[in-house]
């Protein structure tokens, strides 16, 4: 079963893409987690053990939501990152796990000690 959504909704500080389904669920889901996980071959590599933990996303925005056929969307971020297609089911899982992965992603920074900051230039 496919999720559809109903609704896909930035908010105005670029920060959170709210995302509705016909069935009724809906997810506020934090630009720096779709960036984290990123379905995209630069942060999930070909296999799990590719996977990349991406630091300094903490205040990323989201600056475009482009239609992708009926299937997806392709999220593009400050950061200049744009290669990763959202199909609304992996949208949907994202929304339903969302604090599980925010944690396992703050557990991969810890172990591999980086931050979610941005790195200052000077």
């Known amino acids: 079963m496919s999720a559809w959504p109903t609704e896909i909704r930035l ?3 670029r920060r959170t893409l709210h995302v509705a389904f016909e069935d009724g669920a809906s997810f506020a889901l934090a630009a720096e987690l779709l960036r984290v996980e990123s379905p995209s071959a630069e942060v ?3 296999d799990p053990s590719q996977k990349k933990t991406v ?3 903490a205040e990323v925005e989201i600056i475009g939501v ?3 056929g009926h299937y997806a969307v392709k999220l593009s971020f400050d950061d200049m990152h744009d290669t990763g297609i959202f199909a609304w089911d992996y949208l949907r899982e994202l929304g339903e796990h969302a604090p599980e992965k925010m944690q396992a992603y703050l557990d991969a920074l810890a ?3 980086l931050s979610r900051e941005p790195v200052r230039r000077r």
Do not use: C, L, T, Y
Request: hydrophobic share 15%; charged share 35%.
């Open 11 to 13: 908010s105005k500080d």
């Open 44 to 46: 999930q590599g070909h």
């Open 66 to 68: 482009d239609p992708v």
């Open 55 to 57: 630091p300094g996303k």
């Open 111 to 113: 172990a591999k000690g």
